[in-house]
C-alpha cells in the first residue's frame, strides 16, 4: 500500500508481523512522506513463500525501483531492521538513510533462546505455542477481572511491561489465525536470522548513510544496550531512546518513528 505524497519511505516489518504493524505510524505521518508499506515473503497478503534476509532486501530494493521510489528511507523493525540494513550495504543506490527501530545488527542481538527456536523439534513447538496461542492468552488474562485489574495498575509495573513486548489482541489474534503458514514462516525466518547475524553486523559497520536508531527501554527482546551498539557502530548515527516503551515501537510510539523519519530525510537532503 501506499500513502501521501513526497520524500519515499518504506516500512519493513519484523517476525512475525504484517503491514498491519504500522498502521499507527502510517496515521501519524502527514502528506509529505510517500509511505510504501509492505507485507514482506510469507506474511501477510504475500502469494510468495518465506526468504532469506539478503533476498528480502533484494526484493525490497527492486520494489523501490519498480515503484519509482528510490532512493527511499527505510524503516526497519526488528527483524525488519537487519533487512534494511542489508539494503543499505547491498543495494545504496536505493538507500537513502535508515530508521533502525528494535533492531537486529549489533552483537547480542540473537540471544540463547533465539537458538533454541531455531532447533529442530524443540523449536518447531516452541515457535508453534507462540503463534497459536498468545492471542488466546493475552486476550484472555486481560478479559479476565483480577487480571484485567492487574493489567490496568502501575504502569510502569510488570504486566504494563509484559504488554509493552507483545502484540495487541488485534494482531495476536490475526497471528493465531494465520495458523500453519505464518508458524513455517515464522520457524524458517528464525533460522535465517542465525545465518544472516554476522553479514548483518558487518554491513552496519560499514555504513554511513544518515541514521537514527530507535529503542524502548522497557525491551526485551532486543535490549537497549544493544540499540546503543547498534547507534555505536554505525557511523554518525543518532540513537533515541523511549521510556515507557517495550519492542513494539511502531505501535506504542509512532509519533517518535514519524519524527525521526523527517530527521532522516533532513539529513539526507542537507547533503
Known sequence: A????????????????????WDRVVQASGPD???LVVDRPGYGSSDQPPRSMAQNAELLADLLV????????????????GVALLMAARRPEVTAGLVLAGSVGAPGSVNGFDHV???????????AAWVFAVGRVLSSLERSQPMGR???RRPDGVPARLR???????????LSRAGLRLWRSFVFEQR?????????????????????VITGMWDVAVPPTVAAGLAATISGAELVLLSGVGHM????????????????????RAQ
Open 117 to 127: 527456536l531455531a532447533l529442530p523439534v524443540v523449536g518447531d513447538a516452541l515457535s
Open 33 to 35: 512522506e510517500r509511505l
Open 66 to 81: 519498480a515503484r519509482a521510489a528510490a532512493p527511499a528511507v527505510v524503516v526497519g523493525h526488528s527483524y525488519g531492521g
Open 2 to 21: 501506499e500513502h501521501g505524497e513526497g520524500f519515499p519511505v518504506l516500512l519493513v516489518h519484523g517476525q512475525p508481523g504484517s503491514a498491519q504493524d
Open 164 to 174: 509493552a513486548n507483545l502484540p495487541d489482541q488485534r494482531h495476536a489474534a490475526s
Open 192 to 212: 535465517a536470522l542465525l545465518a544472516a547475524m554476522a553479514d548483518v553486523e558487518a554491513a552496519a559497520r560499514r555504513l554511513s548513510v544518515p541514521t537514527t
Open 249 to 268: 515501537v511502531g505501535r506504542d510510539a509512532p509519533g517518535a518513528v514519524v519524527a525521526a523519519v523527517r530527521r532522516v530525510v533532513a539529513r539526507t
Open 150 to 152: 492487574l493489567f490496568q
